[in-house]
């Protein structure tokens, strides 16, 4: 009987630190959901997809978790992309003739609903880049588990992990806020940049 064993080979790229213990996470799963990410469809309709097609499809629970390390990752690479094009504005202003806290045009085009995202986009520059983003939610899946066993879960603060960061009662279509959040973004850079003229919506209180 042979008794020969090969070495252990990985299959797959992993990807995590190597003094962590635990299983760490496929490469491949991570693209998955970097992938996902920019698309319409959910892990759900993804494993839909798998099935479809007659392929074992991965655990939505996994899925999940990887979704949820993709999704703060992406919130971080967006927030510097932004950063940058901030940069890039007081850069084509300089090229104008301009001091750099020049007083800028830009706009806030805005979308109510359960979920809201308020963005503001240069007018300098005629690439018109998002410079500023903030997501507003009130959906949160811990808190309506909580409610179901009785606890008088209110969002956001209740106990283990909350999505939202508005109260149940709290306007969706508070613009005045989620303009006071989005200049406090634009303050966080060395060099501010300086909004002198913002076009929004006829009804904005922004």
């Known amino acids: 009987m042979c008794k ?10 992993e990807i995590g630190k190597e003094e962590k213990k635990g299983r760490k996470a496929g490469a491949p799963n991570r693209r998955l959901q970097i992938g996902l990410a920019d698309t319409d469809i959910s892990n759900t309709a993804w494993c839909q997809l798998m099935r479809t ?11 999940q978790r990887q979704s949820n390390k ?3 990752m992406l919130v971080n ?39 809201a995202t308020t963005t503001i986009v240069e007018n300098v520059t005629a690439r018109k880049k998002i410079i500023a983003v903030h997501d507003a939610n009130k959906l949160c899946k811990t808190a309506s588990y909580l ?8 969002c956001p603060g209740h106990q283990g992990h909350c999505s939202a960061n508005l109260k149940p ?19 966080e850079d060395e060099q501010p940049l300086v909004i002198g003229q913002l076009t929004t919506d006829g009804d904005s209180h922004a």
């Open 147 to 154: 409610r179901s066993t009785g606890e008088n879960a209110i």
């Open 53 to 63: 097609v007659s392929h074992p499809a991965p655990s939505r629970t996994d899925m």
């Open 77 to 115: 690479i967006n927030r510097e992309d932004m950063k940058q094009q901030r940069q890039i504005v007081k850069q084509a202003l300089e090229r104008s003739g301009f001091p750099t806290d020049t007083p800028i045009p830009a706009e806030t085009p805005f979308q109510p609903g359960t979920q």
């Open 4 to 13: 020969y064993e090969s070495l252990v080979y990985p299959l797959y790229e």
């Open 169 to 187: 009662w709290d306007s969706i279509g508070n613009e005045e806020l989620y303009g006071e959040l989005l200049a406090d973004q634009l303050e």
């Open 70 to 72: 993709c999704g703060e």
